[in-house]
């Protein structure tokens, strides 16, 4: 059973940055895209940004510009740089791994934007 281990959460004021890491807890073949959702409060998990093994990104239309997603394929890690936050990124974040076709999770990291 593969795990994935998030960190780099907590409370920032508006502006600031964070950077969230997620790796598996054991050595891996076979991973094809990875990938960040978030879910506020009330509200349905929406993807953030997602990587494939190539390096190719794409970003929710909220982030984009913010936020940037990247991976260490030797290290089964990936990372979300979040730059310039706002209050409306406040959410608990997931991690995801695409692994031969099945999606596995994170057990999320709360990100708190506020002054």
């Known amino acids: 059973q593969v795990q994935l281990v998030e960190s780099g959460g907590g409370l920032v004021q508006p502006g600031g940055s964070l950077r969230l890491s997620c790796v598996a807890s054991r050595v891996i073949f076979g991973i094809n895209r990875m990938g960040w959702y978030r879910q506020a409060p009330g509200k349905q998990r929406e993807l953030v940004a997602t990587?494939?093994?190539?390096?190719?990104?794409d970003y929710a239309d909220s982030v984009r510009g913010r936020f940037t997603i990247s991976r260490d394929n030797a290290k089964n890690t990936e990372y979300l740089q979040m730059d310039s936050l706002k209050p409306e990124d406040t959410a608990v974040y997931y991690c995801t791994f695409n692994i031969l076709g099945r999606d596995y999770w994170g057990q999320g990291t709360q990100v708190t934007v506020s002054s």
């Open positions: 990587i494939t093994r190539g390096g190719s990104t």
